[in-house]
C-alpha cells in the first residue's frame, strides 16, 4: 500500500508542477500561434510565386535558347535564294537541282516548326522596327513604301530575329530644265 501511496503522490506531484494558464498566457501563447502561421502563409506563398516566376523564366528561356542557332541558319537561306534567282532556266528541272532545293524546303519548315517566320516588306510602309534601309528609289508612289527587298526579314516567336534588308520610295524630282 505503501507503494501505491508513493505512484499517487508521483503522479499528483506531476500534474501540481503543471499550472493552468491564465488568460493573458493563453493569449499570448495564440498571438505567437498566429505569427508563426501567418509567417509560415507568407513564405509558403513566396514559394509558390517563386516556383511560378522560375518556371515562366525557364519557358522564356527555351523559348529563345535557340536563336543564335537559328541567326546562324539564316545565311544557309539567303544562299538558297541566291542560286535560285541565278539558275539558269534550261537548269530548272534538272532533278539534281530539286533536290537541292528539296533541301532548301525542309530547312525553311524546320524553322517554321520552331517559330521562325519571314518577314513581309514588299510594299509595307517603312518601319526601323522591322527593316532596314538600304537607299531609296524615285518612284511615283508614295514615300517611305519598300519597293525592294535585299534580304528577308525574319521573325522568331513574335520578335524581330533579322530585320528585312530594303530600298524605299521616294518622290521622282522632275528635270527643270528651261
Do not use: C
Not at 493569449?27 to 505569427?35: G, I, K, L
Not at 535557340?66 to 544562299?79: A, C, G, I, K, S
Not at 517554321?112 to 522591322?130: I, L, N, Q, S, W
Request: charged letters at 35%.
Amino acid at each position: 500500500m505503501v507503494q501505491e501511496d508513493s505512484t499517487a503522490a508521483a503522479d499528483e506531484a506531476k500534474t501540481s508542477d503543471v499550472t493552468p494558464a491564465t488568460g493573458d498566457e493563453l493569449e499570448q501563447v495564440r498571438r505567437e500561434r498566429d505569427e508563426y502561421l501567418a509567417g509560415w502563409q507568407r513564405a509558403k506563398a513566396d514559394f509558390i510565386n517563386f516556383k511560378r516566376d522560375a518556371e515562366k523564366l525557364a519557358g522564356e528561356v527555351q523559348k529563345f535558347a535557340r536563336e543564335e542557332f537559328v541567326y546562324q541558319l539564316l545565311p544557309v537561306l539567303d544562299h538558297f535564294e541566291l542560286a535560285e534567282a541565278h539558275l539558269p532556266q534550261e537548269r530548272k528541272n534538272d532533278d539534281w537541282v530539286k533536290g537541292i532545293f528539296q533541301i532548301k524546303v525542309e530547312l525553311e519548315e524546320i524553322l517554321k516548326r520552331e517559330g521562325v517566320e519571314v518577314m513581309a516588306a514588299m510594299g509595307k510602309p517603312f518601319d526601323p522596327e522591322f527593316h532596314e534601309s538600304l537607299g531609296a528609289l524615285e518612284t511615283d508612289g508614295p514615300e517611305n513604301v519598300v519597293v525592294d527587298e535585299v534580304q528577308r526579314g525574319y521573325v522568331l516567336n513574335g520578335r524581330v530575329l533579322r530585320p528585312a534588308k530594303v530600298k524605299i520610295s521616294v518622290k521622282r524630282i522632275m528635270d527643270q530644265e528651261s
